[in-house]
């Protein structure tokens, strides 16, 4: 299976634009599954009126479902979604017509953009099951959910895909989780992260793919765009059938124990005995 990850920034307050970038990358490039970032149907933003939900559908969603069907692809891409006057920031998996939402479950507060005076979190995971790869699907600081991925790789996933849009200072901090969410779980994981200036911040690229060893097969540098990954179907499918998965464990009562120091130079008294 060939999968394409676009780099791509996504425009704010322009959701043509961002369709019109799409439709080149992926009806220029083979691939079985497109993978963009992080809020690229509308750009980074947490103002309404600057992402154009009320566009997003017509200007690019629907035409993102028609090419897909055309093309007999997948396209996984972030998208701002608004239900009962909530806004959430959602991954789409669109495929064969149809359009499947994933909701972002950890929102983020680190300096950059604090995405809860906005942002609605989720609390549903997601399982694509495409070209008989079961994949899972995650969006940024899910990363920070490790429950997230552990239930991933208790049910059977083979790789798990995560898009973002993280600054210089965040990839540093998240290169590290997600070697460690691959590793602990057995679990490859795809991250497709945006590059180009955004919402005042540098976005950075550097999109991976991390092998279930916590490797790093693939990767994109600071200013690429678009990187095929050949992915074997074979090789990832006995590789979860012989994922020996971290049983859960189930703790007891937790023990306190305050230590009691002596004052000034005299003798510590030892909690135990006295």
């Given at each position: 299976?060939?999968?394409?990850?676009?780099?791509?920034?996504?425009?704010?307050?322009?959701?043509?634009?961002?369709?019109?970038?799409?439709?080149?990358?992926?009806?220029?490039?083979?691939?079985?599954?497109?993978?963009?970032?992080?809020?690229?149907?509308?750009?980074?933003?947490?103002?309404?009126?600057?992402?154009?939900?009320?566009?997003?559908?017509?200007?690019?969603?629907?035409?993102?479902?028609?090419?897909?069907?055309?093309?007999?692809?997948?396209?996984?891409?972030?998208?701002?979604?608004?239900?009962?006057?909530?806004?959430?920031?959602?991954?789409?998996?669109?495929?064969?017509?149809?359009?499947?939402?994933?909701?972002?479950?950890?929102?983020?507060?680190?300096?950059?953009?604090?995405?809860?005076?906005?942002?609605?979190?989720?609390?549903?995971?997601?399982?694509?099951?495409?070209?008989?790869?079961?994949?899972?699907?995650?969006?940024?600081?899910?990363?920070?959910?490790?429950e997230l991925y552990k239930f991933y790789a208790e049910n059977n996933v083979d790789i798990i895909v995560c898009i973002s849009a993280f600054n210089a200072n965040q990839m540093n901090k998240f290169d590290k989780i997600v070697v460690s969410r691959a590793a602990e779980n057995l679990l490859p994981v795809i991250i497709c992260n945006m590059v180009g200036s955004d919402c005042g911040q540098n976005l950075i690229g550097k999109s991976k793919l991390i092998g279930p060893?916590?490797?790093?097969?693939?990767?994109?540098?600071?200013?690429?765009?678009?990187?095929?990954?050949?992915?074997?179907?074979?090789?990832?499918?006995?590789?979860?059938?012989?994922?020996?998965?971290?049983?859960?464990?189930?703790?007891?009562?937790?023990?306190?124990?305050?230590?009691?120091?002596?004052?000034?130079?005299?003798?510590?008294?030892?909690?135990?005995?006295?």
């Amino acid at each position: 299976m060939k999968v394409a990850l676009i780099q791509s920034r996504g425009l704010l307050q322009d959701p043509t634009v961002n369709f019109f970038k799409a439709r080149m990358r992926i009806n220029n490039v083979d691939a079985d599954m497109f993978i963009f970032p992080e809020m690229f149907c509308s750009g980074y933003s947490g103002r309404k009126e600057n992402m154009k939900i009320e566009m997003l559908d017509s200007k690019i969603v629907t035409k993102l479902r028609d090419l897909s069907v055309s093309r007999g692809c997948a396209i996984i891409c972030g998208c701002p979604i608004e239900e009962n006057e909530k806004i959430y920031d959602c991954a789409l998996l669109i495929s064969g017509g149809e359009v499947t939402v994933y909701k972002k479950m950890i929102l983020g507060n680190d300096g950059a953009f604090d995405e809860n005076q906005y942002f609605t979190p989720g609390n549903q995971p997601m399982i694509i099951d495409h070209m008989g790869l079961q994949i899972g699907l995650s969006i940024g600081n899910d990363l920070l959910l490790p429950e997230l991925y552990k239930f991933y790789a208790e049910n059977n996933v083979d790789i798990i895909v995560c898009i973002s849009a993280f600054n210089a200072n965040q990839m540093n901090k998240f290169d590290k989780i997600v070697v460690s969410r691959a590793a602990e779980n057995l679990l490859p994981v795809i991250i497709c992260n945006m590059v180009g200036s955004d919402c005042g911040q540098n976005l950075i690229g550097k999109s991976k793919l991390i092998g279930p060893d916590g490797s790093v097969i693939e990767s994109c540098t600071e200013s690429s765009d678009v990187r095929i990954l050949n992915i074997d179907i074979d090789t990832l499918k006995k590789s979860s059938q012989n994922r020996k998965i971290i049983p859960s464990v189930k703790f007891g009562e937790c023990i306190r124990v305050r230590s009691v120091s002596g004052e000034g130079t005299g003798p510590t008294t030892c909690p135990f005995f006295g």
